[in-house]
């Protein structure tokens, strides 16, 4: 067992022994060989990364990205066995600077003696950029093999410079079929068949969320009791504890499911849109955040052709600041609902995009006289406000005047799409437009 002060575990004779029959069950299912690993066959298969450097008898060092339960540390211990590495665990949620450098030392004295290291560390990205450095030497120099384990974007959370020296590999989520054979495996160690009906254990299977270590956790918690009759999946829901959603609201997982929300309602798919807005939910986000990212959809990619999608977002944040959780939720589902259903048009946005660019470029450039404010003698007599065309005073009031500054003239931001409210808006315009020229305006 790992020494909770160090994180480092005890180096195993080569003769050891596997798990004794008191031994959890995920430890007693543990792989013994790579080819035993489930759901990871893209890696761990002849045509895979890892069986390409099993089959070379050569290690790269390697950064194993992937959920929790997904094989990590199985994975990088069986692959110091193929190879015939030394295998050495760090946890650098246990781990310092001088238990990195006892590893190291180490490494370099069996090094000497030609058996070289596998120096497996897992989360390795709790290490902070400095101790991420401290392994570029050992690495470079042959010292160690360094397979590192995360469940975060190694691109974010990594150095650039382990990465250029590392390959990253990704680990899948584990499917129905990998679960259900992991299932099968836990089934044949007891003896016995899980106290299930088919439809409780297609439930148990979907309720692990690709977790095999939650699900074989939950196997064994069935296997010890005693049950009269096979339980139904409501009797499952209730017998045992349900898995909490991994999510991290500062973490890839919590910017991955608000871009998935925001696309679904850009791509007008009220059902994917309101699946992830309730993953995000249940998962324990911020209802405000999801407001505050379903009225910057409102405007950024319905704008026009539904004014009434910003008005939707705003009632649902106040309704939500009346009402509360769980109650208030609702508001939030409708308002998504509504931006999902609603006509898109990004012609707001572009505008607003286009108009800022040339309001920088030409930002020091005067209106014409005719608009400018005259509230002193002066200013009129040097022409402020001079021929200035009172629209309302105007058939159809609107003049036709022109507006921009002389060295600009005038130019096109904004141009309605013609879904939605936008047809209306892109007849108006043309119509304006058509007036100007016959009243010899801009």
């Known amino acids: 067992m790992a020494d909770l002060l160090t994180g480092l575990e005890p180096e195993p004779s080569p ?16 792989p013994r060989t790579l080819t035993q690993v ?9 045509d ?21 339960g997904t094989g990590k540390t199985t994975i990088a211990r069986l692959l110091a066995d193929a190879v015939g590495l030394r295998f050495v665990p760090i946890s650098a949620v246990f781990s310092g600077v001088a238990e990195l450098k006892k590893a190291f030392a180490e490494a370099r004295d069996h090094a000497r003696i030609g058996r070289r290291t596998l120096l497996f560390v897992d989360e390795i990205h709790r290490f902070n950029r400095a101790q991420q450095d401290g392994f570029l030497p050992y690495v ?3 010292t160690v093999t360094l ?15 382990v990465l250029s020296r590392a390959q990253v590999l990704i680990l899948h989520r584990l499917g129905a079929p990998a679960l259900t054979k992991l299932l099968d495996r836990a089934e044949a160690a007891e003896g016995r068949a899980l106290p299930l009906t088919a439809a409780a254990r297609e439930a148990m299977v979907a309720q692990a969320d690709g977790d095999g270590r939650f699900l074989l956790n939950q196997a064994e918690t069935l296997f010890s009791v005693e049950l009269s009759e096979p339980l139904d999946p409501a009797g499952l829901s209730a017998f045992l504890q349900r898995r909490v959603a991994v999510y991290d609201k500062d973490r890839e997982g919590h910017y991955n499911l608000i871009s998935a929300l925001h696309k679904s309602i850009r791509g007008s798919d009220p059902q994917a849109a309101l699946y992830y807005l309730a ?32 008005v939707q977002c ?31 048009s990004n012609a707001a946005y572009k505008a607003q995009k286009s108009a800022w660019r040339t309001a920088k470029e030409t930002g020091s450039l005067m209106p014409p006289d005719n608009i400018l404010n005259a509230p002193t003698k002066l200013m009129k007599q040097i022409g402020y406000g001079a021929d200035y065309a009172y629209d309302h005073d105007a058939e159809d009031a609107f003049s036709g005047a022109n507006y921009w500054p002389q060295d600009l003239g005038p130019q096109r931001f904004y141009e309605p799409t013609g879904r939605g409210f936008e047809k209306r808006l892109q007849e108006r315009l043309a119509y304006w437009e058509q007036l100007r020229r016959e009243r010899g305006g801009a």
């Open 48 to 68: 895979g990364a890892i069986g390409r450097m099993v089959a070379a008898g050569r290690l790269s060092s390697m950064i194993l990205w992937g959920p929790p």
């Open 38 to 46: 489930v759901g990871q066959e893209h890696l761990t298969g002849p």
């Open 314 to 344: 705003i009632a649902a944040k106040d309704t939500y600041d009346f009402l509360g959780s769980p109650e208030g939720e609702l508001a939030i589902a409708q308002a998504c609902l509504y931006l999902a259903t609603a006509p898109k």
């Open 147 to 161: 397979v590192g384990a995360t469940t975060e974007n190694p691109s974010f959370e990594l150095n650039a410079a």
């Open 279 to 310: 993953r995000m939910l249940t998962a324990g986000e911020e209802p405000l955040y999801l407001l505050r990212r379903l009225t910057r959809a409102a405007v950024e990619d319905i704008g026009l052709a539904d004014p009434q999608a910003l």
């Open 140 to 142: 470079e120099d042959g």
């Open 15 to 30: 003769n050891a022994s596997g798990p004794g029959p008191d031994a959890p069950l995920a430890d007693r299912l543990r």
